[in-house]
C-alpha cells in the first residue's frame, strides 16, 4: 500500500446533493419553500432567534450581581510560607519567592492568610499585597514583619 492508490472505503463517500443549480435538480424554490426570508439568498438568522416567539435568554429572569471594581486575591497560608521558609532556609518572603516555588502565579495579587498561625514560629520579613487580621497578628507575634505592596496605579 502506498500513498497515490490509498482511497476511502466503499460506499463511504457519498456525492453531496446539488441543490439549486440547475432545472433537474430541486428547481423552482430549491428546497426553500416560498418567499420570506428564509427563501432569500444570504439569509442567516440572528443567534438565539426563535421565529418570532421570545427567545429564551430573555424569557429567563435576571438575577445576581457582578461588581466590576472587585479584587481577587490569591490566598496563600502561613502554614506554607512557614514550610517554604525552613525547607530553604528564608528570612524574607515575597512574591519572587512565592512564585518561584510555584506558591502564586505571576499575575496573582497575594494575600497571606491565618492557617497554620499556632505552627508559625519564624521571625520572617514578608511582604505580599494584602493579609488577614489573624495571619497579621501570628507574624507580628513572633516579631515578624507584615509588609503591605503598594498597589501600582495604571
Known amino acids: ?3 497515490h492508490n490509498l482511497k476511502p472505503a466503499r460506499g463511504s ?3 453531496r446533493k446539488r441543490i439549486a443549480r440547475g432545472e433537474g435538480s430541486r428547481g423552482g424554490t430549491a428546497t426553500r419553500g416560498n418567499k420570506g ?3 432569500r439568498a ?3 438568522s440572528k443567534r438565539g432567534f426563535e421565529g418570532g416567539q421570545m427567545p429564551l435568554h430573555k424569557r429567563i429572569p435576571k438575577y445576581g450581581f457582578k461588581n466590576i471594581n472587585r479584587v481577587e486575591y490569591h490566598g496563600v497560608n502561613l502554614d506554607l ?3 517554604l521558609a ?3 532556609k528564608l528570612k524574607k518572603i515575597d512574591r519572587e519567592v512565592l512564585i518561584k516555588h510555584g506558591a502564586a502565579s505571576k499575575n496573582d495579587l497575594i494575600k ?3 492557617r497554620g498561625s499556632d505552627k508559625f514560629n519564624a521571625a520572617l520579613e514578608i511582604s505580599a499585597d494584602a493579609f488577614s487580621g489573624s495571619a497579621k497578628e501570628a507574624i507580628e507575634a513572633k516579631k515578624g514583619k507584615a509588609i503591605i505592596l503598594k498597589k501600582e496605579k495604571v
Open 1 to 3: 500500500m502506498e500513498l
Open 13 to 15: 463517500v457519498k456525492k
Open 37 to 39: 426570508a428564509q427563501a
Open 42 to 44: 444570504g439569509y442567516h
Open 81 to 83: 510560607i512557614a514550610e
Open 86 to 88: 525552613e525547607k530553604n
Open 112 to 114: 497571606v492568610l491565618g
